[in-house]
C-alpha cells in the first residue's frame, strides 16, 4: 500500500510505457501543399457544381444521373445529408445541368368546354406556342367586336333584314285582311281593344251598342251569335297564327344572321386553323368557338350580351367574351432551351397541384376557367421538381397528393375544402394534366429512414437514394479543393480576399467540425458563416485582406455568444459548488468527462464518479438508471462492467460484489457509455483501496475484455478539463486519458496544444484498462502467472483478493444463516 501514496510525479515516472501525446498529434495543421498564393484572389474559384466528382461526393453525383436518366416510374430522387452541406444548391445545379440536355416540354392551356362548364377542356401546344394561340383567339375575338356590329349595321344586312320583316309582316296583314273583309261582308266589326280583339254586329257601317241589339228580333240575334262564333273561330286562328309568324321572323333573322357571320368570320376562322393545324385539339376547339358565335351572334351585336342565350354564371365571370380566351396555364416561351427545373419552397397543396381562384359575384363566389392557376408540377412537366422533404410533409395532404399524382400519371387540381367538407357548390372539375416529372427531394438521413420504414408506398416512388457525405478525406488534394471553395465562397459573398493563414486556419477549422484529423467536413455553410464573420472582424481592423487573426477572433467570438451556460459551469467549480479536484488522490472517486451540446454549441464538462463496495450478489448498483436518470446506452455501459469483473477475477468462487455508482451532483439525464472506463477505474479502485488520481479526467468505454474504446466530443472533453486546470493553475502533472484510438480526431484549441508542448499538460492515449488503471494508481496492473495468480501489489491481485474475501464473507454468513436455522428448527421440535 506503501505505493499508492507516491506523489503523481512517481506515478508517472514509474508508468514510461505511457507517453503523453506530442503536440504533432494533438493538432494537425493545414499545409496547403501544391498551392502557390498569396490570397484567395490569386486561387481560381471553384464552386461546389463544378467539382470533378472523383474529388467531391461522387456517390451522390451518380445518383442523381442515374436518376435523371432514368425515364421509367419511381425512379425518383432523395437526397439526404446535412443541411449545412447546401444539397439543396448542388442539386439544384445539378438538375439545371442535367435538364440542358432534355427537350423543352409542351405549353398547356385550359379552353372553356362549351358543353359542360364546369369541366374547362386542357389542351397541350408545342413549346412555346401559347402565347401565340392566345393572341390569336383575343384578336380574332377583338375583330369580331368590331366587324359585326359594322356589318348588321351595313345597308345591304339591313335590306335583306326588312325585305324578310316585310314579307312576315305581308303574311300578318293578309291574314287580318281577309278575316276583316269577311267580317264587313257578314256586317261585323273586328274592333282591337286594350284587352285584345273583340267582334261587334254592324247595322248601317257602325257599331250595334249591345242595348240596341237587345231590341232585335230573336231570330236576327240568334243569326247573328252564330256568325259571331264563326268569326271567333277564324279570329283565333288567326292570332295563333301571329306566334308563328313571329318564330318564322325570328328564324329567318337567325339565318340571315348566321349566313352573314359565317360570311364574316370564315377567313378568320381558316386562318386560326392554318396557323395550328398541326395541333388538332386546337383546330376542333376553334370550330367549336366558331359554332358558339354562329349561336350567339347577339352577344357582338346586342348591349351587354343580351343575345347571349348560353350564360352559365361561371361562363360570365368578368367579360361576356371570356367564354372565348385562353388560360395559358404554363408556357415555355419564357424559357430557354430544356427541360424546367423548379423549386418549390412552399409546397402546400395548392401550391404543388394548382388551384381554382374564386371572385366575389352578385353575393356568391363563383369562378371560371380562367381562374385556374398552376402549380409547381404544372411548371416542372417534363423536367424536375426540387423540394424539401420537411416541408413538404408539414404541408397537410401535399404528401398524399404528390403520391397520387406520380401514381395515376396526372395533375388533378384538387380543393382542401372539399376534404374538409366546407364546400358543397358545383365546382370547375379542369381535364387533368398527363404527368412526366423527376421529383427529387432533399432531407436528413433519419427522414427518409423514417418513410422508409413507415410509408410502404415510399419505395415504390423514390427508387434513388443520393447520400451525400459530409465530411471528405484530408490530402493535399483535398485541401487545395476546400481553399478553392474558400476563394468562391470570397467572391460570391463580394468579401475581402484571404490571405494563406486564413485560409490555412479555416481549412483546420473544417476538420475540427469533422472530428477527425484525417476529415474536412463538407458542411459549407459553417464555413461560409466563419468567413463572413472574419471578414467583419477584418473590416473592424481596417483591413483589406482576412488574415488568420481575424479567423481566430470569429471562432473566439461565436464560442463567446453561445458560452454563458459552460461559463457558468465552470464558475460553479471553481467556487467549489460543483464538486471536482484537480490535484491530489481519492480511493473510489474519478474524473469522468461528458459533453453538454445546447443549440449547436458543445462544451466539456467533468463529472465525479465514485463507488462503494461490500460483500454482495455480485451486483453493481448503477444510481442512475435506479432512478431512471441514466439512458438505455449508459445502463448498457454499467452492464459490461459486472461481464469484465467476471471473466477476470476470482475465477473459482461466485462473484459476492455489491457495488454502487454514482454521478455526483447530476441532477439531469445521463446517457452514453464514454464514461464506462471510468466507472471501472472506480470499482477498481475501491475494490484495491488504492487511490486514483485526482489531476487526472477519463473518458473512453470499454468492452468486457478491458480494451477502451473509441468515443465521441474528446476535443470539448479535454477543453471542458483543461480550463478548470488552468482556472486553478497548471500544475505540470494534469491532464486527460483519452482512448487511443480517439488519437486521430484531436484537433485541439490552440491554447491547450501549447500547454501540453510546455509540459503543462499532457494527454495520454490509453488502449486497455491495465495501461490506464496503472498511470491513474501508481501501481502496475499485472498480468496472470502461471500459476494463475496476479503478481503481488498489484492492481489486479489487489482486486482478485478482495473479491475472494467479499466471498468468504458471504459464505460465512451464509453458513451462518443456514446454522441458525437448523437450530431454530430443532428448538421446535
Not at 267582334?199 to 256568325?227: D, H
Not at 454563458?564 to 464558475?571: A, D, K, L
Not at 482478485?800 to 421440535?829: C, I, P, W
Request: with cysteine; glycine share 6%; hydrophobic share 40%.
Amino acid at each position: 500500500m506503501a505505493a499508492a501514496t507516491k506523489t503523481a510525479m512517481e506515478s508517472t515516472q514509474m508508468n514510461q510505457s505511457i507517453t503523453p501525446l506530442s503536440k504533432e498529434q494533438l493538432y494537425r495543421e493545414a499545409k496547403l501543399e501544391g498551392l502557390s498564393f498569396e490570397t484567395t484572389a490569386d486561387l481560381a474559384p471553384l464552386p461546389l457544381p463544378d467539382i470533378q466528382p472523383e474529388l467531391y461526393q461522387s456517390r451522390a453525383y451518380a445518383a442523381i444521373q442515374v436518376g435523371t436518366e432514368i425515364n421509367a416510374g419511381g425512379f425518383n430522387i432523395f437526397a439526404v445529408g446535412s443541411r449545412a452541406a447546401r444539397i439543396r444548391q448542388v442539386v439544384k445545379s445539378l438538375l439545371e445541368k442535367a435538364a440542358i440536355h432534355r427537350p423543352s416540354p409542351p405549353d398547356w392551356v385550359y379552353v372553356n368546354n362549351f358543353i359542360e362548364p364546369h369541366r374547362p377542356i386542357a389542351i397541350a401546344l408545342p413549346s412555346g406556342r401559347a402565347p401565340a394561340f392566345k393572341k390569336a383567339m383575343q384578336e380574332l375575338i377583338d375583330d369580331l367586336k368590331v366587324s359585326l356590329p359594322a356589318i348588321f349595321e351595313s345597308e345591304d344586312y339591313q335590306k335583306r333584314r326588312g325585305a324578310i320583316e316585310a314579307a312576315v309582316r305581308k303574311k300578318h296583314e293578309a291574314a287580318f285582311s281577309a278575316l276583316q273583309e269577311k267580317a264587313a261582308s257578314k256586317n261585323i266589326a273586328i274592333l282591337r281593344t286594350p284587352m285584345g280583339f273583340a267582334l261587334a254586329p254592324l247595322s248601317n257601317g257602325k257599331v250595334v251598342p249591345p242595348e240596341e241589339f237587345q231590341t232585335w228580333p230573336e231570330e236576327k240575334q240568334q243569326q247573328t251569335r252564330v256568325i259571331l262564333e264563326e268569326l271567333e273561330k277564324d279570329l283565333e286562328e288567326t292570332l295563333r297564327s301571329i306566334p308563328r309568324l313571329e318564330k318564322e321572323l325570328r328564324d329567318a333573322v337567325r339565318a340571315l344572321d348566321r349566313e352573314t357571320v359565317q360570311f364574316a368570320i370564315t377567313h378568320m376562322i381558316a386562318d386560326i386553323k392554318a396557323k395550328f393545324a398541326d395541333i388538332p385539339k386546337v383546330v376542333e376547339h376553334v370550330e367549336r368557338v366558331r359554332d358558339d358565335v354562329l349561336a350567339n351572334v347577339g352577344l357582338f351585336v346586342s348591349p351587354q350580351g343580351e343575345g347571349l342565350e348560353v350564360t352559365p354564371l361561371a361562363a360570365r365571370v368578368g367579360s361576356p367574351f371570356d367564354r372565348y380566351n385562353v388560360n395559358v396555364l404554363v408556357t415555355q416561351a419564357d424559357h430557354g432551351d430544356g427541360a424546367p427545373v423548379v423549386e418549390e419552397l412552399h409546397p402546400t397543396l395548392s401550391n404543388l397541384v394548382g388551384r381554382i381562384d374564386y371572385l366575389s359575384f352578385q353575393g356568391a363566389l363563383v369562378t371560371n376557367f380562367l381562374l385556374i392557376r398552376p402549380g409547381a408540377l404544372h411548371r416542372a412537366n417534363s423536367g424536375a421538381i426540387l423540394m424539401d422533404a420537411r416541408a413538404l410533409l408539414s404541408e397537410p395532404y401535399s404528401w398524399v397528393a404528390l403520391k397520387r399524382a406520380l401514381l395515376q400519371g396526372h395533375i388533378a387540381i384538387e380543393d382542401i375544402a372539399k376534404f374538409l367538407g366546407l364546400q358543397t357548390t358545383l365546382s370547375l372539375e379542369p381535364d387533368p394534366v398527363p404527368l412526366d416529372v423527376k421529383v427529387v427531394l432533399y432531407g436528413e438521413r433519419l427522414l427518409y429512414y423514417l418513410l422508409a420504414a413507415l410509408d410502404p408506398e415510399f419505395g415504390q416512388h423514390f427508387k434513388i437514394l443520393a447520400d451525400f457525405d459530409d465530411e471528405i478525406d484530408r490530402s493535399p488534394a483535398a485541401e487545395a479543393l476546400l481553399a478553392r471553395l474558400i476563394a468562391s465562397i470570397a467572391v460570391e459573398e463580394k468579401l475581402k480576399p484571404l490571405d494563406r493563414g486564413a485560409v490555412g486556419r479555416t481549412i483546420e477549422y473544417a476538420a475540427r467540425i469533422a472530428e477527425d484529423q484525417k476529415k474536412l467536413t463538407l458542411l459549407v455553410e459553417n464555413i461560409r458563416d466563419l468567413i463572413r464573420e472574419a471578414d467583419y472582424w477584418a473590416g473592424q481592423e481596417k483591413r483589406e485582406v482576412v488574415s488568420r487573426a481575424d479567423v481566430e477572433r470569429a471562432l473566439a467570438e461565436q464560442i463567446r455568444r453561445a458560452s454563458r451556460i459552460r461559463e457558468r459551469s465552470v464558475e460553479m467549480i471553481l467556487r467549489d459548488v460543483a464538486l471536482i479536484e484537480t490535484s491530489g488522490a481519492r480511493v473510489g472517486q474519478i474524473n469522468g468527462l461528458s459533453v453538454i451540446t445546447l443549440g449547436t454549441y458543445s462544451f466539456g464538462r467533468p463529472s465525479r464518479i465514485t463507488c462503494r463496495v461490500r460483500p454482495g450478489a455480485g451486483k453493481i448498483v448503477d444510481i442512475e438508471r435506479e432512478v431512471e436518470l441514466g439512458g438505455p446506452l449508459h445502463s448498457k455501459g454499467v452492464l459490461i462492467l459486472s461481464g469484465f469483473l467476471a471473466g477476470r477475477y476470482a475465477l473459482d468462487t461466485p462473484m459476492s460484489l455489491s457495488a454502487s455508482l454514482v454521478f455526483e451532483q447530476s441532477y439531469s439525464g445521463v446517457e452514453g457509455d464514454s464514461a464506462s472506463s471510468a466507472e471501472l477505474y472506480a470499482i477498481l479502485s475501491a475494490l484495491a483501496e488504492v487511490p486514483l488520481r485526482q489531476d487526472l479526467a477519463v473518458t473512453g468505454s470499454v468492452n468486457q475484455h478491458g480494451l477502451v474504446q473509441a468515443i465521441g466530443g474528446v476535443n470539448e472533453k479535454i477543453e471542458g478539463f483543461f480550463d478548470i486546470c488552468k482556472a486553478r493553475g497548471l500544475s505540470g502533472t494534469q491532464g486527460v486519458l483519452i482512448p487511443e484510438y480517439n488519437v486521430q480526431h484531436l484537433m485541439l484549441r490552440a491554447d491547450v496544444v501549447e500547454a501540453c508542448a510546455e509540459g503543462k499538460f499532457a494527454i495520454y492515449p490509453i488502449k486497455t484498462i491495465d495501461e490506464g488503471i496503472a498511470l491513474l494508481t501508481g501501481l502496475p496492473a499485472g498480468e496472470r502467472g502461471a500459476d494463475g495468480l496476479y503478481p503481488a501489489g498489484s492492481i489486479n491481485r489487489l482486486v482478485e483478493d478482495k473479491l475472494k474475501l467479499f466471498a468468504k464473507v458471504r459464505r460465512a454468513a451464509r453458513e451462518s444463516t443456514e446454522l441458525g436455522l437448523e437450530v431454530n428448527k430443532s428448538d421446535k421440535e
